[in-house]
T-cell receptor
Framework: DTGVSQNPRHKITKRGQNVTFRCDPI?????LYWYRQTLGQGPEFLTYFQNEAQLEKSRLLSDRFSAERPKGSFSTLEIQRTEQGDSAMYLC????????????FGAGTRLSVL | QKEVEQDPGPLSVPEGAIVSLNCTYS??????FMWYRQYSRKGPELLMY????GNKEDGRFTAQVDKSSKYISLFIRDSQPSDSATYLCAMSGNTGGFKTIFGAGTRLFVKA
């Protein structure tokens, strides 16, 4: 499978716990994006990487959120001290610079904070 | 005011109907316009991609962009029950890593 892969697909956690999600982009793609999507809304941009460099972060990304892409391949998104308002679908997308930035999405990780 | 406005619907049509989905936007810097389809509990799937103004056709789907009016459309001909999904418009400029801004999505139901 050469698509964008996200794990886990669903995470249930208690308020205050830390969670980490993983995204494996399409192998030759150098750009990687994280989005958050709540019910009835479109995806909202959180952050993006070009190779291993995190180049932009949304103001939606509070200091409880951190993302890494250590070797320019897979990426992780960690949420510390989760709150009920963090419950959402977290989507990862990847693209190839110079290819009109067509972004391909993974199936997402659905987070439920109890 | 949101940068991208999209009527959330729901929109219900009979099988075989022509469907028209629309978005308006406010940022004149947007140059790339996309339509994604999203089934329930799945990630968005790219349907159509258009650069700048004009029309693009792919099978039963036609995308139109009118930059002067800041208005984009997606037409679906001969709609099928399998087209039932949420349709997201999306757009980006050519700076800032092509950060993409999405509409809220329109839920479409095609009745057999």
């Amino acid at each position: 499978d050469t698509g964008v892969s996200q794990n886990p697909r669903h995470k249930i956690t208690k308020r205050g716990q830390n969670v980490t999600f993983r995204c494996d982009p399409i192998s030759e793609h150098n750009r990687l994006y994280w989005y958050r999507q709540t019910l009835g809304q479109g995806p909202e941009f959180l952050t993006y990487f070009q190779n291993e460099a995190q180049l932009e972060k949304s103001r939606l990304l509070s200091d409880r959120f951190s993302a890494e892409r250590p070797k320019g391949s897979f990426s992780t998104l960690e949420i510390q001290r989760t709150e009920q308002g963090d419950s959402a679908m977290y989507l990862c997308a990847s693209s190839l610079s110079g290819d009109r930035n067509i972004q391909y999405f993974g199936a997402g990780t659905r987070l439920s904070v109890l | 005011q949101k940068e991208v406005e999209q009527d959330p619907g729901p929109l219900s049509v009979p099988e075989g109907a022509i469907v028209s989905l629309n978005c308006t936007y406010s940022n004149s810097a947007f140059q790339y316009f996309m339509w994604y389809r999203q089934y329930s509990r799945k990630g968005p799937e790219l349907l159509m991609y258009t650069y700048s103004s004009g029309n693009k056709e792919d099978g039963r789907f036609t995308a139109q962009v009118d930059k002067s009016s800041k208005y984009i459309s997606l037409f679906i001909r001969d709609s099928q029950p399998s087209d039932s999904a949420t349709y997201l418009c999306a757009m980006s400029g050519n700076t800032g890593g092509f950060k993409t801004i999405f509409g809220a999505g329109t839920r479409l139901f095609v009745k057999a």
